[in-house]
């Protein structure tokens, strides 16, 4: 069965420094994977997806991740971060059989001033 | 254009009363989807509706019934409230069975006492 881990409950950095949130996923195929972000008391918004080709892809607000099959990883990263990210980050994996998405558990992004 | 749009944002129930959450797309999209996302559990699909005129169980539909009212209303009726369908439940809905990027609801926060 698919599933999607996500290693990290909450992780705190300091605004201006890099960030790494990390995404391992179990799927016999080749996946379809997502990132989205949830602000405190807001829905769900895509930050960026993977369906094939270049395994880095670039998403909205500077995030990029990086697909990698050997590591069954789709790891999200951020060169510099800025208060405004404080969020939580989902990863998810789509289910070709219905087009459902299965999430993580979600990582808490704190930033410290 | 407003997107997904839920109803009510908040509310509480006595256990056993009934309601019903609203969901309404106004961007023409065929798949709908309802969630309850739980503190560490990430998000988890309820019930959803590949097309008008379809609905099929997802992970955890026990207590929940859905509607597919035409293709812009999608609702979720809860028959007896219980307290642990506490949560805050989303909505989103998909364009087209190829594109895989949902588009979610701002939420609505259920308290059941």
């Known amino acids: 069965a698919q599933s999607v881990t996500q290693p990290d409950i909450h992780i705190t950095v300091s605004e201006g420094a890099s960030l790494e949130l990390r995404c391992n996923y179990s799927?016999?195929?080749?996946?379809?994977l997502f990132w989205y972000v949830q602000s405190p008391g807001q829905g769900l918004q895509l930050l960026l997806k993977?369906?094939?080709?270049?395994?880095l892809v670039q998403g909205i607000k500077g995030f990029e991740a990086e697909f990698k099959r050997s590591q069954s990883s789709f790891n999200l990263r951020k060169p510099s971060v800025h208060w405004s990210d404080a969020a939580e980050y989902f990863c998810?994996?789509?289910?070709?059989?219905?087009?459902?998405?299965?999430f993580g558990s979600g990582t808490r992004l704190l930033v410290r001033p | 254009n407003a997107g997904v749009t839920q109803t009510p944002k908040f509310q509480v129930l006595k256990t056993g009363q009934s309601m019903t959450l609203q969901c309404a797309q106004d961007?023409?999209?065929?798949?709908m989807y309802w969630y309850r996302q739980d503190p560490g559990m990430g998000l988890r699909l309820i019930y959803y509706?590949?097309?008008?005129?379809?609905?099929d169980k997802g992970e955890v539909p026990n207590g929940y019934n859905v509607s597919r009212l035409n293709k812009r209303e999608f609702s979720l009726r809860l028959e007896s409230a219980a307290p642990s369908q506490t949560s805050v439940y989303f909505c989103?809905?998909?364009?087209?069975?190829?594109?895989?990027?949902?588009?979610f609801g701002p939420g609505t926060r259920l308290t059941v006492t």
């Open positions: 961007m023409n999209h065929n798949s």
């Open positions: 509706s590949a097309s008008e005129g379809t609905t």
């Open positions: 989103a809905s998909l364009p087209q069975r190829n594109s895989y990027e949902q588009y």
């Open positions: 998810a994996v789509a289910s070709d059989s219905s087009y459902k998405l299965i």
């Open positions: 993977y369906f094939s080709g270049d395994t």
């Open positions: 799927y016999g195929a080749t996946p379809y």
